[in-house]
């Protein structure tokens, strides 16, 4: 008898946690794979949010972050999704990768709770929600620069795309295989190799027996550090381009010396953003955390926060809704950590900061186009 | 002891009715997938527990289902009843293709071979065949129809069709140690050099448990592709198959009660816990190894009798 | 042509080489306790960080830093193991099998998150050292002295252990409790000490193939143990699992189904060719390659 | 009449030959003997039988029906029950529970009568429990049916194993070592049971060590030594033959 007597108890004390303050939740992978980028938007988010707070808040409301941890994965973003709404949270932060994004998406925009995340998979906009907007920019822009750059710029003629399982990757991918057969560039080999392993020479031994102009990769940093390098080690002359998602102090660790030469397609690393808010902001989670900024992605998460507190700012409201009415649409040309900051009716955001750089032989990031 | 029982079983029947009237979304979100896992952890205890076939990739079966479910409504708007029929039957014929040619692996083979089949599984589901699966990304914001007026998708509906789908597995699953299949899996399990000395077929019965429980994976999966109105790899991938095959094993192998305060440990803990988030996992393996060293024999062993008490009165 | 396929059978060797050793630790510890040992992945994800973190400390020594860093990463590794023995595994020697693999999963998690708390949940780059650091290139086939060495040591590693085991008291006295647990006790071999023995060795094993996939590929991760151990465990059963050599056969084999059907076939279906091929490689042989056929006494 | 036909079997373990050209021949009603030192192929022989092993060569014929490759469950199914040397029960059970495993194969209800409790099931139930009485009482184990079998005596234990082969009226019995582990007044027990078990008409075959439960029960004895069938005939005339004499004390004694 006693066992259910238990249920109703642990109902009551989960309407008990309902908070006072004004609650910012983030939806994060604070374990799994994502773990150190959805470590890296928390910490982000937590430093924001104390920040403003001890500047005593915005229209009279202090700030408080609830996290919930989704791991990445659809299942855990619905739940958290819940968790987050039911916990009175008005703003959440997520979720880093497009799928957990997408799958909680609904629940937020029924939920009239104003969601912002840095996923750039094209069909987030799809359904125009009117409470959702991207704070960084979609596959679409990307892949159209990628195309624009190699067919264009660098005159590739014999061009291998290489990509992950991941939705990312694939979308990525995609995108810029569209772009470049509508600039009717020359696509030698389309591959995929699986995140997790470590070993892509059979696959780099075969593309080497094709003889590239350029091998591009739209996965994660860590795979695209080790093509990058088993690449020289096999002798392919090819250039190496890496997607955004390469844009990470970790893939020159791993790649070592022979990171040289290769192109990296993406925002600007943290270290690379030039206004002084940014540079600021970057010192600061140094100091409160310890250790470097994960990637630009915590950067745009933290944008995403900051046009919400402009929009408090600027209509003297912190009610969500119209807090995201007001987002859609008239937030133009914001200054923020990674630029400025526009976004359209649907929610996506406009712009391009995209830029290639290369690694110079010294190991540092040189922009060569943008 | 009778008395006591019958008022257990019915408060909680009056406790599991009521709690959507009483709980917030989370907790009836939670529950519900509680239900929907002890539902498929009740599938992998027929094969694992009780028919004793070391089958590590369940969550294939289930993926199966949930898939067939949401591609038969997204892409076909097939009735939803139909749909649901199909995921279970599509997942059971599946089943019984997959384990036909390797039902003479034993143990640990066995059990390499479901873990391959559920890489392969995923590995195709990613490749989005025929462009039905829809890749990494899963098949998102599937619209549901109602039927007959009602709309099955709300947080109580979707709780009731689990709820009563896990009553009617718990129903199964209480009656089968009294049926013949049920003592035949038993005892096959049990010794099966024995068993086949009496004539029990044991490979007609290992096909059958099988493939049975496929097709109940099958069918929550289809409940689950319900609650979530979305499918997408990761959920079925190997982690979750080892999973499925540890909470067997933590809540005791062909043990009703078992399996299911299994699911709760396994499933639900974790999602009180979340706020701990970096020490959760560790926690959680830590209290797995305990429970295993205290009682080796999962949480609640089974108590396997197959005559009723009431036959043995008669006589 | 030709030299494609020779540089995708060395890429093939080589890579398969490494699931060998690790495959090597699950075969043993099989064959004593019939115990799929899920946290031996983990276990040699703790000894490369242990290593990384070793390393960076004593690099500056030079030769004599790696050698004393080696060793104190392995008397740890090796600490960890003997712990995870008596704590989680002795007490459930003799009740059901599933429970113990469900603690060998328990301990995996521990060790897995264990790991990330400890050096975070960034992938971490493992340190260069001063030697096997070129490669040769014999007409287009690029083979690295690390390649070489990788090849070099897994045949003396075979020979040492297959020596071991045949030759050996202790080997012997290994032989004999997989063979009969109960006759081996009473014939005086103190199980206790053997079994240890064997994770040990299993962990040394392990480590040796963990540090050498950080040497290859520098970048190590929190989470790379399930992805290795997964390999490894699969190549120890198609390998025909209790086997030493069997372990290492499989390794390679995984190797080249791995690297020929990404090289030859497609990349996209690589993963459900290579399992494809495993899994009618088992059903044909359902001991797996090297295997011995159980008779069931009756 | 000729229940069970042997012909020519051999059975090889690699190197070892297990059984070599054995031919042998049962008829019905009758109680036969196995008798040969350990490793002589006595078990072997049963395994070879209830189809447990293959045999290398040779042929073994049923009533009529070649039962050389058939499965072990089909060759029960068939009336050819065993027991076997070291005891193979449900321990977890208890003996009313282990006992029916021999009458599955009878039962006649379908999971839906057994899901609802229906009429068939119940009738069904009822029948196979008055089946397990049968049994149970044939071999003097009536009080322990409700009781766990691992709860149990080690003779007891040996008798349910018993029950489970004949609930189902076999038409052949193969009885290995029964008696292993009784003592004195538990083996004349059992000897009057195995006669009682013989006049419901049913054929056996035992293993047995215990010359003096062998010459009071059979009516002829086969005597295997090495794989190979060195004697067969009353036990009288086995008790003298020089060859199964040597076998059995080694040859000085001859």
């Known amino acids: 008898m006693k066992r259910i007597l238990l249920l109703p108890l642990f109902i009551l004390m989960c309407k008990l946690v309902v908070a006072q303050t004004y609650i910012i939740g983030v939806q994060a992978p604070i374990t799994g794979s994502f773990a150190s980028e959805g470590q890296g938007i928390n910490n982000a988010i937590q430093l924001l949010v104390a920040q403003t707070n001890a500047a005593g808040g915005i229209n009279g409301d202090t700030f408080k972050v609830v996290t919930c941890d989704d791991q990445g994965n659809p299942q855990n973003a619905v739940i958290c999704a819940k968790t987050l709404v039911d916990a009175g949270a008005k703003v959440v932060i997520g979720s880093y990768s497009s799928t957990a994004t997408e799958a909680s998406q609904a629940i937020y925009a029924k939920a009239g709770v104003i969601q912002t995340s840095d996923a750039t998979a094209n069909n987030l906009i799809v359904h125009a929600y009117p409470t959702y907007f991207r704070n960084s920019f979609n596959d679409n822009i990307e892949g159209n620069f990628t195309a624009d750059y190699f067919v264009n710029i660098k005159k590739y003629k014999r061009i291998v795309i290489l990509g992950d399982f991941s939705a990312f990757s694939t979308g990525l991918s995609a995108s810029v295989i569209n772009n470049i057969k509508a600039l009717k560039g020359n696509i030698v080999y389309t591959g995929k190799i699986t995140s997790g392993d470590n070993d892509f020479r059979a696959i780099l031994t075969k593309i080497k027996a094709l003889n590239p102009d350029v091998i591009y990769y739209s996965g994660y940093f860590i795979e695209g550090a080790l093509l990058r390098s088993q690449e020289v080690s096999l002798g392919i002359k090819a250039d190496f381009v890496g997607g955004n998602s390469n844009d990470n102090p970790q893939f020159l660790k791993i790649a070592g010396s022979k990171a040289k030469g290769s192109y990296l397609i993406g925002l600007p690393l943290p270290q690379q953003l030039d206004s002084q808010q940014a540079q600021q902001f970057v010192a600061d989670y140094a100091k409160k955390y310890n250790s470097p900024i994960p990637s630009i992605w915590t950067i745009t998460n933290a944008d995403g926060l900051l046009t919400v507190f402009a929009a408090m700012k600027a209509i003297k409201t912190n009610d969500p809704i119209l807090v995201a009415k007001y987002i859609h649409g008239s937030i133009r040309n914001m200054p923020c950590l990674t630029g400025y900051m526009t976004i359209n009716n649907q929610g996506e955001r406009e712009g391009n900061i995209y830029q290639v750089s290369q690694i110079q032989s010294n190991l540092k990031y040189k922009v060569v186009y943008h | 002891m009778q008395v006591n029982k019958s008022i257990f079983i019915i408060s909680l029947i009056i406790c599991s009715i009521g709690f959507p009237f009483l709980a917030n979304n989370i907790w009836l979100s939670i529950i519900t997938t509680f239900l929907i896992y002890s539902a498929l952890s009740l599938s992998q205890d027929l094969i694992l527990g009780k028919a004793g076939i070391y089958a590590m990739g369940h969550a294939m079966f289930f993926g199966i289902g949930a898939y067939t479910f949401a591609i038969l409504i997204n892409t076909y708007n097939v009735n939803l009843f139909i749909a649901f029929m199909a995921s279970g039957i599509i997942s059971y014929c599946i089943g019984l293709i997959i384990i036909y040619p390797i039902k003479h692996l034993r143990g640990d083979y066995f059990l390499v071979v479901s873990l391959g089949l559920n890489i392969i599984f995923i590995n195709i589901i990613n490749n989005d065949p025929f462009g039905l699966t829809g890749g990494p990304n899963g098949i998102f914001a599937i619209n549901f129809p109602s039927v007959g007026g009602l709309d099955l998708t709300g947080a109580k509906a979707i709780y009731f069709i689990a709820l009563i789908f896990l009553s009617v597995m718990i129903l199964l699953f209480y009656r089968l140690n009294y049926s013949k299949f049920g003592r035949a899996i038993y005892y096959l399990n049990h010794d099966h050099i024995a068993a086949k000395s009496v004539g029990i077929k044991p490979s007609l019965n290992k096909l059958l448990s099988f493939s049975l429980g496929t097709m109940l994976a099958g069918f929550t999966g289809a409940i689950y592709t319900l609650q979530y109105g979305a499918v997408s790899p990761e959920a079925f991938g190997i982690e979750q198959s080892i999973l499925l095959f540890a909470v067997v094993i933590v809540g005791g192998q062909g043990s009703l009660i078992g399996v299911v305060a299994g699911s709760f440990v396994m499933f639900v803990l974790p999602e009180i816990f979340r706020s701990y988030a970096e020490y959760r996992l560790l926690v959680f393996g830590a209290a797995m190894v305990i429970l295993m060293v205290i009682r080796p024999n999962g949480l609640f062993p089974s108590k396997f009798g197959f005559f009723q008490k009431r036959h043995l009165q008669q006589k | ?298 | 009449m000729t229940k069970l036909l042997i012909q020519n079997l051999s059975k090889q373990f690699a190197a070892l030959v297990a059984l070599d050209n054995i031919s042998l021949e049962l008829e019905t009603n009758k109680i036969y003997g196995l008798i040969g030192p350990n490793g002589s192929g006595k078990t072997t022989l049963f395994n070879c039988i209830s189809g447990v092993y293959k045999p290398s060569s040779g042929n073994i014929t049923f009533a009529h029906h070649s039962i050389i490759n058939m499965a072990p469950e089909k060759i029960a199914q068939l009336g050819i029950r065993r027991t076997f040397q070291t005891i193979r029960l449900s321990s977890e059970l208890t003996v009313a529970e282990n006992i029916y495993a021999g009458y599955h194969h009878y039962s006649k209800h379908n999971f839906i009568q057994a899901l609802f409790n229906l009429k068939g099931y119940r009738q069904d139930e009822i029948h196979c429990w008055r089946e397990v009485h049968r049994a149970a009482k044939l071999l003097d184990i009536e009080p322990h049916l409700r009781l766990k079998v691992k709860t149990l005596a080690y003779g007891i234990q040996r008798k349910v194993e018993i029950a489970r082969a004949i609930i189902s009226q076999p038409q052949l019995l193969v009885l290995d070592e029964p008696a292993a582990g009784m003592n004195e007044s538990e083996k004349i027990e059992l000897t009057h049971i195995i006669k009682q078990i013989q006049l419901q008409n049913i054929t056996i075959l035992i293993i047995e060590h215990d010359m003096h439960m062998i010459s009071t029960l059979c009516d002829t004895v086969f005597v295997l030594n090495h794989g190979k069938l060195i004697a067969s005939g009353s036990p009288t005339e086995i008790l003298n033959n020089k060859q199964v004499i040597s076998a059995y004390m080694g040859d000085e004694h001859a």
């Open chain 3, 1 to 298: 042509m030709l030299n494609i396929f020779l540089q995708q059978l060395i890429n093939a060797l080589t890579y398969g080489s490494l699931i060998g050793f690790i495959a090597l630790g699950y075969s043993l510890v099989y064959g004593i306790l019939k115990l799929i040992n899920f946290a031996h992945g983990h276990i040699v994800t703790f000894a490369i960080f242990i290593t990384m973190s070793m390393l960076t400390q004593f690099l500056a020594l030079h030769t004599l830093g790696f050698i004393l860093a080696l060793s104190l990463a392995l008397i740890i590794t090796i600490g960890v193991t003997i712990v995870l023995e008596i704590v989680a595994y002795r007490p459930l020697r003799r009740s059901n099998r599933l429970s113990l693999i469900v603690s060998a999963l328990g301990a995996g998690m521990v060790i897995e998150n264990a790991v990330m708390l400890i050096w975070g949940p960034n992938p971490r780059v493992f340190p260069d050292i001063n030697f096997f650091q070129g490669t040769i290139n014999l007409n287009g086939v690029v083979v690295s002295e690390l390649n070489l060495f990788i090849l070099f040591l897994n045949i003396v590693v075979m020979s040492i252990l297959y020596l071991f085991i045949n030759k050996s008291r202790t080997g012997i006295a290994i032989k004999a409790l997989s063979l009969d647990y109960q006759t081996a006790q009473l014939m005086g071999v103190n199980i206790n000490k053997i079994i240890v023995l064997v994770f040990v060795l299993g962990a040394i094993l392990g480590s040796a193939g963990g540090i050498l996939i950080g040497l290859t590929y520098k970048t190590i991760s929190f989470n790379m143990g399930f992805e290795y151990g997964l390999k490894a465990f699969i190549a120890a059963i198609i390998g025909g699992i209790g086997s030493i050599p069997g372990a290492m056969l499989g390794g390679l084999i995984i190797g080249i189904l791995q690297t020929l059907s990404a090289g030859y076939i497609s990349s996209i279906w690589a993963n459900v060719i290579t399992y494809s091929l495993l899994i009618l490689l088992l059903i044909v042989r359902p001991r797996g390659l090297l295997g011995q056929k159980d008779i069931e006494k009756v």
